[in-house]
């Protein structure tokens, strides 16, 4: 559950932290009071992209943040900690922050290790479900409607596994059509593929050799200046009538005649003595390097001829002598699966004949499933439907699978979700006929469904934390009342959170948070306030029409 939302500098929001409980939460308050900024924030901190004009005037910078009780999440969330590098939950805490600048800034964190949008918006996913007042049109679409279904039915595993088999399908029917080309072109390939796997092949190229034959060719083209520097050093060194093993020894006699007179300097003859045999080892270590300094130019020439061919490798085909490689074996495989073409095609279309029959098989068994899900749901929903005023209608799930004869598996058009497409057929009133939902112009009604959908499938939903903005919207009297107890009952498995303007709506609530505008200092404040019970009957008479003792006494009656 949400345990806390923090929010600063947000629209007109200036420092807010709202402390909220396990049950059903109602937010109201008059219009253009800030309610939808709660909204605002929670999609924000759940992924959603940033509109610096949201940032509230005078600020550089907004900032959203929210805590929630993961003890009862039943999401692999552990593990997706790990594999996106962010920090363990402590004490069964997640903390998500998002904060963004009037610069273009945005920077989001998962229990304090930054993160990306992407990674914090799939998180959002398993926390938050929220529902606006224009949510319910989703509900049009057969692919949504199909998921309703599924969900309702725990089929998303038989549904993954069917989707499985399709995507692999589609990566068999690729390769074949990689295979499946003209003459013409399939020659030019062929000759591609050859001259590309024999030029590298040729090379004999060596992980690390780059590096190698960079220095080794830098030692050869700088060979004489290597040898006048080794052999310019040597003669300085010993060599010449000055060099310094000569002039060492004349400083080691003059120490001698030191130390015969003064026993003293014993330690300087050594440290002479020392010297020497340093500068002796100089002596055979530079004989040594030049001896070893090759000029020879056809040495030179190879290495040059060896990088440049290098970097030919590499300019065509990857960025470093691995990428070159890798590009290579690559080319062999494919070169051996076109010279083999007919042996190829003929194992894709054993393991496509294959595939089709297992799709056919899932296919089959998730229809079968859904159709003995489908009596169920109904029955479900024409309960919630008489609760929320439709005493006497019908709600009807229609399906329709793709026949055996139809080959359903041959194109690119072959649907993840199945063989099946459905539609959500629903009838008011008594004696009319069952209608597509698309075919209802009713906001209300279709409001109306999707609270009875949502309240169905609250039970199955693993989704802890459920947000309605304002879903009761043209709904009043007995029906008010009603979505009232949908929520009651909805937050018996779940945490929410309901923005409404139905004082019948608002009573329901096992907390009751007000939305007021003030004006401080200049500036307008919009500030959120948990109710007493007192001060619940005050604004459930507001929302009534005033504070009348007749609007107080039937706030009292809601209460009650």
Known sequence: ????????????????????????QAITGETGAGKSIIIGALNLVLGERADRTLIRSGSDACSVEAVFDISRLRVPLKSFLEENGLEPCEENQLILKRTFTAAGTNRQFINGSPTTLGVLASLGEWLVDIHGPHDHQSLLHAAKQLAILDAFGNLQSRREAFAALVNRRNALESEKAALIIDERTYAQQLDLLRHQSNEITAARLQPGEEALVQEAYQRASNAAKLLELSQSALALLSEDEASLIAQAGLLGRTLQELHRIDPTAAELVAQHEQAVLNLRELQGGLSHYADKVDLDPARLQELEERLNLIHSLKRKYGASIEDVIAFGDTARQQLQK????????????????????????????????????????????????????????????????????????????????????????????????????????????????????????AQVDEIPVLVFDEVDANVGGETANAVGEKMEQIARQRQVLCITHLAPVAAHATAHFVVTKQIKEGRTLSEITLLSKKDRITELARMLGGQSDAARKHAEALLK
Not at 4 to 21: C, D, G, P
Not at 368 to 383: E, F, G, H, S, T
Request: charged residues 20%; without cysteine; glycine residues 4%.
């Open 1 to 24: 559950m949400l345990t806390t939302l923090r929010i600063k500098n947000l629209a007109l929001v200036a420092n807010l932290t709202l402390e909220l409980q396990p049950g059903y």
């Open 338 to 457: 076109l010279e083999q073409r007919e042996t190829e095609l003929s194992r894709l279309n054993a393991e496509l004949k294959k595939i089709d029959a297992e799709i056919w098989r899932v296919g089959q068994d998730l229809s079968v499933q859904r159709r003995k899900v489908i009596p169920q749901l109904n029955k479900a929903v024409v309960k919630q439907l008489k609760d929320l005023g439709f005493a006497q209608s019908h709600f009807d799930v229609t399906i329709s699978t793709v026949a055996a004869d139809s080959s359903p598996t041959t194109g690119a058009s072959l649907s993840l979700s199945g063989l099946d497409t459905i539609e959500f057929q629903f009838a008011p009133n008594v004696g009319e006929p069952a209608r597509p939902l698309r075919a209802i112009a009713s906001s209300g009604e279709m409001a109306r469904v999707m609270l009875a959908l949502k309240t169905v499938l």
